[in-house]
């Protein structure tokens, strides 16, 4: 949930920089990837949900890194906020900002650890037959692989409902704020408040770093299957 425009009647200056490019295309690939999770694990696509499921945790895996050396508006820091600051937005008074609201900024931090720990049981789960499992699965016991695999089921519903939480915040903000989430998230620039400063963006070697490591880790465990 992000504040891209200003409220009515306010002075608005020119489209600014909301998200940069990593940021947008984890977000919509994650939309393409949740889908075709689920519908490989309820039509027993064994191999292919594991191949996507490793596709997941590249992607959660980045996301993760670049929440701690990304841009401006993607690092954990400029939205993860206390008590306070959530109280000052829901009662109005909280500083206009581009990106994450404060209250958005926890309903993010909320689904990226979901789907942080999703994705871990991931790999050590298994499927229903017992013939296709998690790259790390054969490094535990069987009892322990189908309580894991159990916890990876049940877990992707409360997924689901915190996905609908989120859809339903962007229809809240589209039908009775008046604010266009859905564009920024697309072009990465959208309206600000006059004395906002948009994104800041990172240096490109930072991306690579994130990018090294996350394929690193991503290969690794492509080994183990």
Do not use: C
């Not at 400029?78 to 958005?104: D, E, Q, T, W």
Request: proline share 5%.
């Amino acid at each position: 949930m992000i504040e891209p425009d200003a409220a009515p009647g306010a002075l608005q200056r020119p489209r600014v920089r909301i998200w940069d490019w990593p940021t947008r295309a984890f977000h919509w690939l994650l939309v393409l990837l949740i889908p075709a999770l689920w519908w490989t694990a309820e039509n027993d696509q064994a191999e292919i949900h594991v191949l996507l499921g490793l596709g997941a945790f590249a992607l959660i895996l980045f996301r993760l890194l670049w929440g701690l050396m990304g841009s401006s508006t993607a690092r954990f820091a400029s939205f993860i906020r206390g008590p306070r600051a959530v109280m000052s937005y829901l009662n109005g008074h909280a500083a206009k900002v581009v990106g994450h609201n404060p209250l958005g900024g926890l309903s993010v931090a909320a689904m990226l650890a979901l789907l942080t720990v999703q994705a871990g049981l991931g790999l050590f789960a298994t499927d229903d037959d017992g013939e296709v499992f998690g790259p790390l699965s054969l490094w535990l016991d069987e009892d322990m692989v189908e309580t894991i695999t159990e916890l990876h089921e049940t877990l992707f519903n409360v997924l689901l409902v915190f996905i609908a939480l989120h859809i339903a915040a962007i229809l809240y903000y589209a039908l009775v704020q008046r604010k266009n989430l859905v564009g920024p998230m697309l072009t990465g620039r959208g309206g600000a408040p006059e004395g906002v400063e948009e994104m800041r963006g990172a240096p490109a070697w930072r991306l690579a770093v994130a990018a090294l490591v996350t394929l690193g880790a991503t290969a690794w465990l492509w080994t183990q299957l």
